[in-house]
């Protein structure tokens, strides 16, 4: 029995001491050779150059005297249609504000005895956000009109809505007896309704010719604008942008060709846009006009824009170069961290980014995801190494 005790104690004792000797050389490896890792992100690196100038439309100021009412900001008017209403005086101003309140009331109500709508606070708040967030507001009035009812308590749901719908129709006979006091001003031509004029309608396509930089800041140095003037009309299905940039840039365009430009002021976006002409350089700069028939609501009380062409774009996962290896033959590769293991990925480098960085790419047949751990440093890294 003494022996075998003895025999257990001195095998512990063995294992003890190689658990010892084993975590005393990986703490020993691990000071000397840190294992450093960074999380693979992807980046966009892209040639551009960058551009402003104006947008120049066909374009119709709106004179009118009065209490006026324009149609919504980006409206499509067919010619003839309605941009405004004019009333006489500022009583019938209120007389239409309150039947145009009483008829979206009446409509709600009508829903609700249709069983089309509840009428509850959380339908309104349903329906406001996905107007929101669909950037629908043709019926937003419609909404907001709703949901204060439901919401303060306006009309409340528990009341007989057939009664109130009595009522409301009653009133709006009572207010529409009266010499209402307003006329109609109509679009002689069909395009975009602007409720922003700032004096330089006059501008068309037609001044886009023979541009330099110095003509083309002239032709918007000095508004026109009218004291009465309550927006403006644009017609035609194309808009154009009139930008300033470097000629060394310029010569990366060509007139006829399709060119993208990521704007920044005053409208968020990128637009694919024709390049219809380049001016000759004038002290390195020249005047570049594109043209374009898309966005049209959305920048259509825009004049002054600021953006970047761009030249070409390239994505993939940023690198630092001391996480890149070379194979024999040649072949690119990274290690990333799996679990407790170094895993070999080939790549290609798909661009040098900086003194200190690539963009690269998994290769044919690998894979290599945003957030996965590059190991960017670590020692004699080999495929299925335990590095942890």
């Not at 996965?372 to 942890?388: C, S, T, Y």
Request: hydrophobic share 40%; proline share 2%.
């Amino acid at each position: 029995m003494r022996r075998s005790d003895t025999l257990i104690k001195a095998i512990s004792v063995i294992l003890l001491i190689a658990i010892v000797c084993y975590m005393g050389f990986h703490l020993a490896d691990s000071f000397l050779n840190p294992l450093q890792t960074t999380l693979a992100v992807n980046s966009r690196v892209t040639s551009s150059a960058q551009v402003s100038g104006y947008v120049i439309r066909q374009e119709m100021a709106l004179t009118a005297n009065g209490i006026l009412s324009p149609a919504e900001n980006g409206k499509k008017v067919a010619a003839g249609g309605v941009v405004a209403i004019n009333y006489n005086s500022s009583d019938a101003l209120a007389r239409a504000d309150r039947i145009l309140e009483i008829d979206t009331r009446i409509e709600h109500l009508e829903g609700i005895i249709e069983g089309h709508t509840s009428g509850s606070a959380a339908d309104t708040l349903i329906a406001l956000s996905g107007a929101v967030n669909h950037h629908d507001l043709t019926d937003l009035d419609a909404v907001l009109y709703d949901a204060e009812y439901a919401i303060m308590g306006i009309g409340s749901e528990d009341n007989d809505p057939n009664t109130e719908l009595e009522t409301l129709k009653d009133e709006r006979k009572d207010l529409t007896t009266y010499n209402l006091g307003y006329s109609y001003i109509y679009a002689r031509k069909s395009g975009i309704f602007s409720s922003w004029a700032d004096g330089f309608e006059h501008v068309t396509p037609d001044d886009l010719t023979g541009l330099t930089p110095a003509s083309l800041e002239n032709l918007f140095s000095s508004p026109q604008k009218s004291d009465n003037a309550f927006g403006k009309l644009i017609t035609g299905t194309a808009w154009y942008f009139a930008a300033v940039m470097d000629a060394s840039d310029a010569e990366n365009l060509s007139a006829g060709e399709k060119a993208k430009i990521e704007f920044s002021k005053n409208y968020s976006g990128e637009l694919s846009m024709k390049v219809e002409s380049i001016s000759a350089p004038v002290n390195g700069k020249c005047v570049v006009v594109f043209s374009g028939d898309t966005a049209m609501t959305d920048i259509c009380n825009v004049r002054e824009m600021t953006g970047e062409v761009i030249f070409s774009s390239q994505t993939g996962i940023l690198t630092p170069k001391d996480a890149v290896y070379t194979d024999e033959d040649g072949s690119l590769y990274i290690y990333v961290l799996m679990g407790l293991q170094s895993q070999r990925v080939d790549i290609e480098i798909v661009c040098d980014y900086s003194d200190y960085y690539y963009l690269i790419k998994a290769a044919d047949g690998e894979t290599l995801n945003e957030g996965a751990e590059i190991i960017v440093r670590g020692k004699n890294l080999f495929d299925g190494k335990v590095v942890k």
